[in-house]
Every structure is written in structure tokens, then in C-alpha cells.
């Protein structure tokens, strides 16, 4: 392992530790500000044809290639919404926060401040590369709202960059809005398929945060380092700096 110049940081279970998906009670939340709900429309309706257009668009099938690319959740919304005739007078970012809110409340996960500020004091570099079809927008007022005080240089929800983790364009991205070169940078996160396996074979070295991971994990194909809690990252950086400093004399 090289000591970092910058470290990517995933969101989910990463940064933030997020409750069980909830969708009826995202919707059930967000339909208090509709204007106009149809006789007949029920949650239960919206739910289920939010799930018809995931299988159809094949968003979260792991074996497509379309679960590559990512579908903005403004769009998906559109859809959704004006297939059922349900208006709203908010606009399409505070529709997705208020779903958000109540469908996925978050926290940040446990020690995540005291990690960040100790990679600002040591000079490392931060920023965030998430697969998330919410908005850049919306995505760094949530990262805002819980951790104020992060110094994240980008933070890259993949909703306005069309690909998705683990394809490597993403990661390319990351790397060019950070001048860095792959064998520099590491990338922290929970899955194995998008994370580790994904960074890793783009040159840069992976981590996999294990504290709040929601997937049962299959074994990486990358070499990579792996994360109970954010004190090991700290314990590792502070050994690799002493090195750097051994070396130099």
C-alpha cells in the first residue's frame, strides 16, 4: 500500500449509514404535497409500477449492461408521476428530498467526522463517487445537513454523469476532476461488485468498509484492504506516514 494523495469515499452504508429502503412511506410522505391525486390511485399502485419500471428498465439487474448506466430520479419521477395524473406544486428537487427523507433516513456512520478531519489534518485529499439516481444537488445537501464540516473537494452522485459504478468511465471521471493519477487515489465503499472489484480494476486500490454493509459479501477479485471501523483507516495512515518518514531519513 502507498499512502494516498486523495481518498474517494462511497455514500451509502459508507459515509452515511441509511435505514431499510421504505418506498411506501417515501410515497405515502410525498403525496401529502400533491395538488391533484386521481380517484382510485393508491400507494400500493405507485409502488407497484415503480417496480415494474425498475424490472422493465432493468436498473438493478446486475447481469444488464443497463445496470451501468443510471436513470435520474427527476426523469423517473416524471414518468411515474404523470402516468398516474398526480401533480405537485414543489419543484423536482424538494420532491426527491421529501421521498428521500422518509423512504432512506440516514445518519452519519459511526466515528466518519473524526476520520475526516484526521485525513485533513494529514493532507489528504477527500471526495465522494456515489451510485445514486437522486440528484448532485440533493446528494450534497444530504452530506451537508449531517457533515458540516467535510472538506470534500467533488462530490460526484452518478445521476448527472450517466455511468455508474463499476463501469470505468465513472472512475475515470473521478480521476480527471482530480488530476490523479489511479496508483494515488484510493476508493472506500461497501460492495464488492461496484466498489472493490470496480476501483481495483481501475488502478486504484479499493477498500471495503464492512461496519454497516447491507450485502452478503462475495470474495473481491482485486487485491484490497478491508474496513471494521474508521480507527483501522487512521491506524493505516498513520503507519504508512511513518514509513514515508523512515524512508526519507
Known amino acids: 500500500m502507498k499512502l494516498p494523495k486523495m481518498i474517494l469515499f462511497d455514500y451509502g452504508q459508507t459515509l452515511m449509514a441509511e435505514e431499510d429502503f421504505n418506498r411506501a412511506k417515501g410515497t405515502k410522505a410525498l403525496l401529502e404535497y400533491a395538488i391533484h391525486i386521481p380517484s382510485g390511485v393508491t400507494i400500493k399502485k405507485i409502488c407497484d409500477f415503480a417496480e415494474e419500471m425498475n424490472r422493465v428498465s432493468k436498473r438493478y439487474d446486475r447481469k444488464s449492461d443497463a445496470n451501468m448506466i443510471e436513470i435520474h430520479n427527476h426523469s423517473y419521477m416524471n414518468y411515474l408521476y404523470e402516468y ?18 422518509n423512504a432512506a433516513p440516514a445518519k452519519p456512520t459511526r466515528g466518519v467526522e473524526k476520520m475526516l478531519k484526521f485525513l485533513a489534518d494529514n493532507g489528504i485529499r477527500t471526495a465522494v463517487l456515489s451510485n445514486i439516481s437522486y440528484s448532485g444537488h440533493t446528494l450534497k445537501s444530504r452530506i451537508r445537513e449531517f457533515l458540516p464540516k467535510n472538506d470534500f473537494e467533488f462530490i460526484i452522485a452518478t445521476s448527472e454523469y450517466m455511468f455508474r459504478k463499476p463501469h470505468p468511465k465513472i472512475f475515470e471521471l473521478a480521476l480527471r476532476k482530480a488530476n490523479l493519477q489511479p496508483q494515488d487515489v484510493w476508493y472506500i465503499g461497501d460492495k464488492v461488485r461496484n466498489d472493490i472489484n470496480g476501483a481495483g480494476e481501475c488502478g486504484i486500490y479499493p477498500l471495503l468498509y464492512k461496519a454497516y454493509a447491507t450485502e452478503k459479501f462475495e470474495e473481491p477479485s482485486v487485491e484490497h484492504t478491508e474496513l471494521k471501523d474508521w480507527s483501522e483507516l487512521m491506524k493505516i495512515i498513520t503507519e504508512l506516514k511513518q514509513q514515508e518518514v523512515g524512508n526519507f531519513d
Open 84 to 101: 398516474f395524473d398526480i401533480r405537485f406544486d414543489i419543484t423536482p428537487y424538494e420532491r426527491e428530498k421529501i421521498f428521500w427523507d
